[in-house]
């Protein structure tokens, strides 16, 4: 596990269209995700589809919403397409042509990531309350923690020959649904690099190797 780092994000830009669904519709389909908690019921069949307005399609980035969907520029793109295993999927525009961006997919691995038992007490640490099950769905949700307050990792079975996944475990509250990113700690530089306001690569056990880029 030495091999994968936290990619910790500052902020988010872009906003996913449209706006009744926060962008779930062109990724999976209308009946594709559950419309009481924002899980997604199938892999993603579609592009993600962002806003032109205040986004700025430079390095690295996530959009509002869609903590999972690593956006990257063209150039940054190519050079990760050609360096690392991953699925890149082309960003869509309103009315404006594909190829401008694109998007890391991150697949779903392993069983369990974490101890449910260790998982449910930091989230009550945190929020007083560990989770909920969509009554619609019946997927359950862990509330939202940062990779600091997550307990140790006790990936089963290993993630094998990726360079990002996603954990098997939901978290969100609301209407928002994610999972947790893990990524091979030579891509997260290249990204954290690319984009120093937006990405900093941060440790298994907590630790932020580089500081927010000043203005």
Same mark, same amino acid.
């Given at each position: 596990?030495?091999?994968?780092?936290?990619?910790?994000?500052?902020?988010?830009?872009?906003?996913?269209?449209?706006?009744?669904?926060w962008?779930?519709?062109?990724?999976y389909?209308?009946?594709?995700?559950?419309?009481?908690?924002?899980?997604?019921?199938?892999?993603?069949?579609?592009?993600?589809?962002?806003?032109r307005?205040?986004?700025?399609?430079v390095?690295?980035?996530l959009?509002?919403?869609?903590?999972?969907?690593i956006?990257?520029?063209?150039?940054?793109?190519k050079?990760?397409?050609?360096r690392?295993?991953? *699925? #890149?999927?082309?960003?869509a525009?309103?009315? +404006? $042509?594909?190829?401008? !961006?694109? /998007?890391?997919?991150?697949?779903?691995?392993?069983?369990?990531?974490?101890?449910a038992?260790?998982?449910?007490?930091s989230?009550?640490a945190?929020?007083?309350?560990?989770?909920?099950?969509?009554?619609?769905c019946?997927?359950?949700?862990?509330l939202?923690?940062?990779?600091?307050?997550?307990?140790?990792?006790?990936?089963?079975?290993?993630?094998?020959d990726?360079?990002?996944?996603?954990s098997?475990?939901?978290?969100?509250?609301?209407?928002?649904?994610f999972?947790?990113?893990l990524?091979?700690? *030579? #891509?997260?530089?290249?990204?954290a690099?690319? +984009? $120093?306001?937006?990405? !900093?690569? /941060?440790?298994?056990d907590?630790?932020v190797?580089?500081?927010?880029?000043?203005?």
């Amino acid at each position: 596990m030495r091999d994968f780092v936290w990619l910790f994000w500052f902020r988010t830009r872009g906003w996913p269209w449209p706006d009744d669904s926060w962008g779930l519709t062109p990724m999976y389909g209308q009946e594709g995700w559950c419309h009481s908690c924002g899980v997604p019921k199938v892999p993603q069949c579609g592009s993600l589809v962002l806003q032109r307005r205040s986004l700025t399609c430079v390095g690295a980035w996530l959009p509002n919403w869609q903590f999972n969907a690593i956006c990257l520029d063209r150039d940054l793109a190519k050079e990760v397409h050609a360096r690392f295993n991953v *699925e #890149l999927r082309p960003v869509a525009w309103p009315r +404006s $042509p594909l190829g401008e !961006a694109y /998007q890391i997919v991150a697949p779903a691995i392993g069983q369990a990531w974490f101890d449910a038992k260790s998982l449910g007490e930091s989230a009550i640490a945190r929020h007083g309350r560990d989770g909920a099950r969509c009554p619609a769905c019946g997927v359950w949700r862990w509330l939202p923690l940062v990779p600091s307050s997550l307990p140790p990792l006790d990936i089963r079975p290993v993630l094998g020959d990726v360079d990002v996944a996603a954990s098997p475990e939901w978290f969100g509250d609301g209407c928002q649904a994610f999972r947790q990113i893990l990524v091979r700690r *030579e #891509l997260a530089e290249l990204i954290a690099a690319a +984009s $120093p306001r937006d990405f !900093a690569v /941060q440790e298994l056990d907590g630790r932020v190797r580089k500081k927010r880029h000043s203005s």
